[in-house]
């Protein structure tokens, strides 16, 4: 994609897309990977948070909790269009290499959360939507202020002595409840999404969990009012897209990096070779013994599991490189999630939901379904 | 003479073993670039980087952690490889000639237990915890398999010390004359370092499991104990089952050297060729194929071990 970024400091970036901004994440992805650049699973081990689209009210506060959970030194950025991917690498590198500016924001930070509630949290998806967040999104590159010589620790204010609820933290504990066996076991409540690695934009999944068992869930969309639209999900790039996106969960690194630059050939125009390699890499995949006993069970549709699904848009994108007909793949209404996830493991769960196409609009659209988001909020 | 030679050599042997660790993640990375079509070399050289920005990076804290357990699990697991690769004899040099090597190497193989596990509970977050979960569930599918694995040299050896098991294997290795011990004990070794087909502690679909939550430094420790476990394991099965330093022409300390990274070499192609096996269905596969397996093992050893004195 002629990006010319210094390979010598490869970025770990955190991509969010923002619903119906698939070709541009996509896009994204397919730059980085040829500049060296390193896709980030979770806050903690990444640099720079790039938002793919413009995110609505809702997504943009998530954003800002993922955000504040990323450590310094660290950089964001907003992009709507590839042209503009280029300057976004550079400039996040020369953001991350000014040490005096990180370190000053750093200090900002810690200052200016005396109590370390907003900053430090449970994990990148969980979000209390009526914190507040006072957005210190671009201090990094404005604030000179504060010239006092500090490490880049910046987390000592994180000290605990002062919270005595009770709950580590001031968190209440998990609740008690009945595991299948009959033996009490914690139940947590937790969100899963938006902004989740290998996750259909948009979607939140709002689940109780005893031990890593999904035993209660609701789904969701962020910003219902702001796109109620699905994006054409036709063409070879997509379909290896979500092919990769199976494969990542099943923990099959190698096939899903094959995938994956299969699906950038496409997509950047090198038809031929994305053909030649994909062939032999779909024989690989029907062909593992491991993969099928390691899918064995996961059902998404009567007599569709994960594994035909997988295997279905492989062929998808063989037959759209090659130029013949193909079915698109059917699209799953955002409340038929639930039903496919209670009682599954949450790898199994997470396996189901990249098998399906998430469409956004519900069957029949209740206040009752929004009413309960709310509720789970803080489980 | 030995004992300076010993001691010296317990001294450089982290470093040794951090060496193997970096080249083992430099193949992995550089592999992993070849697959996605991404530059090979800056690939290669990711260890080094990756280094220097954790090293550069702000630690992380998460609000209610159990800050002194989650700090042990991780700086934890480096030092257990240290101390799994103390018990390795290297030809004539052995910093830790005990007469229960093998239970040593046990112990500390069961110490991954709890630092994995406190890694993934220590941070109060819930992908981690589930990632302390996987690895406890992966435990129970390899680790009774795994002890049976090692007893099977000491019983060929009648010896539970790691020169007698060198001398033992004159001129057959275990790993010839005991297969699926030798298998079972390379499968485990990538299990408890939570690699490859085990990595679901760790995986995508957890945010990053154990490691989710961890930035800077304890992020360095954790990805340099994982590496170093690896290395560990692999230059233990040398002395267990390919026949410690024997071979022709080079000296011993030398053909130590080359079997653990030819191990280490297998690990990673094989490793990076499957998908990962979900460790509810990994207790199905210990408990009914493996384990009867390497106890049919365990016997047709003893029975050729008594045969052979009688």
């Keep these: ?379 | 003479m030995v004992d300076v030679g010993n001691a010296v050599w317990a001294l450089i042997l982290p470093g040794v073993v951090l060496i193997l660790a970096v080249a083992t993640a430099s193949g992995n990375a550089a592999l992993g670039a070849r697959d996605r079509g991404t530059p090979v070399h800056a690939a290669a050289m990711s260890p080094f980087r990756e280094t220097g920005r954790l090293l550069r990076q702000q630690r992380r804290s998460v609000l209610g952690a159990d800050s002194l357990l989650w700090r042990i699990g991780g700086s934890g697991l480096i030092v257990a490889a240290f101390l799994a690769a103390l018990a390795v004899p290297i030809g004539a040099l052995a910093p830790l000639d005990i007469p229960v090597g093998v239970v040593w190497f046990n112990a500390v193989d069961v110490s991954l237990w709890a630092l994995w596990w406190l890694l993934g509970w220590g941070g109060n977050s819930v992908h981690p915890l589930i990632g302390g979960y996987r690895f406890l569930a992966q435990a129970l599918a390899y680790e009774i398999p795994l002890m049976f694995a090692l007893t099977a040299p000491a019983i060929g050896a009648q010896s539970l010390r790691l020169t007698d098991v060198v001398t033992a294997q004159q001129p057959v290795w275990f790993a010839l004359t005991m297969p699926v011990a030798f298998i079972v004990y390379c499968v485990s070794v990538t299990a408890f370092s939570a690699w490859g087909p085990f990595a679901l502690p760790a995986g995508t679909d957890i945010a990053g499991g154990v490691l989710g939550e961890l930035s800077g430094v304890d992020r360095l420790l954790v990805l340099a104990g994982r590496w170093c476990l690896l290395v560990a394991g692999a230059a233990f099965a040398v002395p267990m089952f390919l026949g410690g330093g024997a071979g022709p022409l080079l000296p011993p300390a030398l053909w130590v050297l080359v079997k653990t990274c030819a191990l280490l070499a297998v690990f990673l192609l094989l490793g990076r060729a499957m998908p990962a096996i979900r460790p509810q269905r990994l207790a199905e596969l210990g408990w009914v194929l493996v384990l009867p397996l390497v106890l049919l093992q365990l016997l047709i050893t003893s029975v050729l071990t008594v045969m052979g004195k009688g």
């Design chain 1, 1 to 379: 994609m002629g990006v010319t970024t210094d390979p010598r400091h490869p970025l770990h970036l955190l991509l969010v897309e923002v619903p119906g901004n698939g070709a541009v994440r996509i896009g994204v992805e397919a730059a980085a990977a040829a500049a060296g650049h390193v896709l980030g699973i979770h806050p903690a081990e990444s640099d720079v948070l790039l938002v793919c689209g413009t995110p609505g009210p809702e997504l943009h506060a998530v954003i800002d909790r993922i955000w504040d959970q990323m450590p310094y030194p660290k950089h964001r950025a907003m992009l709507t269009s590839l042209e503009e991917i280029g300057t976004v690498f550079t400039t996040s590198q020369e953001t991350l290499a000014d040490r005096r500016a990180q370190r000053s924001a750093a200090r900002k930070v810690a200052v200016s959360h005396p109590d370390g509630q907003d900053h430090e949290d449970r994990g990148p998806d969980d979000e209390h939507l009526n914190h507040e967040h006072p957005d210190d999104a671009d201090d990094t590159k404005h604030d000179h202020d504060h010239d006092h010589d500090m490490p880049m620790g910046g987390h000592d204010h994180m000290s605990m002595d002062h919270m005595s609820m009770s709950g580590p933290g001031g968190y209440p504990l998990a609740d008690g409840a009945d595991d299948r066996d009959g033996l009490e076991m914690d139940v947590l409540h937790r969100r899963l999404g938006p902004i989740l690695p290998v996750w259909p934009a948009g979607v939140v999944l709002d689940v109780t969990l005893a031990g890593d068992t999904i035993t209660d869930a609701s789904a969701s969309m962020v910003d219902v009012d702001d796109h109620g639209r699905a994006e054409s999900q036709n063409g070879a790039a997509s379909a290896l897209d979500q092919a990769a996106q199976v494969l990542t969960l099943a923990g099959w690194g190698t096939a899903a990096a094959r995938t994956l630059r299969a699906r950038d050939l496409a997509v950047t125009g090198r038809l031929e070779q994305a053909r030649e390699r994909l062939r032999p890499l779909i024989r690989r995949i029907e062909r593992s013994v491991m993969l099928r006993w390691s899918l064995r069970g996961l059902q998404v549709r009567p007599d569709v599991d994960v594994r035909t699904v997988l295997l279905a848009r492989l062929g998808r994108a063989d037959a759209a490189l090659n130029g013949r007909h193909f079915e698109p793949e059917p699209a799953t209404l955002i409340d038929e999630i639930p039903a496919l996830v209670e009682g599954r493991d949450i790898g199994s769960a997470r396996l189901v939901v990249a098998a399906l196409t998430v469409h956004p609009s519900r069957r029949t659209d209740t206040t009752d379904q929004a009413g309960r988001t709310k509720r789970h909020q803080h489980g």
